[in-house]
């Protein structure tokens, strides 16, 4: 299977910029075929959908996030990003990356702060 370590998260400024990367550990065949995604979960908050990219390079994104963040995969280097611009304090939570397709697996989350 894969296993999923996220990183780039920190403490930015309203309107500031963070990247955050997702290096997948399995096979180049495992990343290549399945849907990932981004997700979020804020504290005492149910956790939600951020956007998710299919294996074709379909996007689906939060109308919340629509317009300032962008996700991208590049299959070669077996790694998912997000591009976060014009960050919001409501931005802020714990973000995970997901291997949509079954078989399930999720990172362990990087924080993201947005904090004057």
């Known amino acids: 299977q894969v296993q999923l370590v996220e990183s780039g998260g920190g403490l930015v400024q309203p309107g500031g910029s963070l990247r955050l990367s997702c290096a997948a550990s399995?096979?180049?065949?495992?990343?290549?075929?399945?849907?990932m995604g981004w997700y979020r979960q804020a504290p005492g908050k149910q956790r939600e959908l951020v956007a998710t990219?299919?294996?074709?390079?379909?996007?689906v994104y939060a109308e919340s996030v629509k317009g300032r963040f962008t996700i991208s995969r590049d299959n070669a280097k077996n790694t998912l990003f997000l591009q976060m611009n014009s960050l919001k304090p409501e931005d802020t939570a714990v973000y995970y990356c997901?291997?949509?397709?079954?078989?399930?697996?999720w990172g362990q989350g990087t924080q993201v702060t947005v904090s004057s």
């Open positions: 990219i299919s294996m074709a390079g379909d996007t």
């Open positions: 997901k291997k949509v397709t079954p078989p399930t697996v």
């Open positions: 399995g096979t180049s065949f495992i990343f290549r075929t399945s849907a």
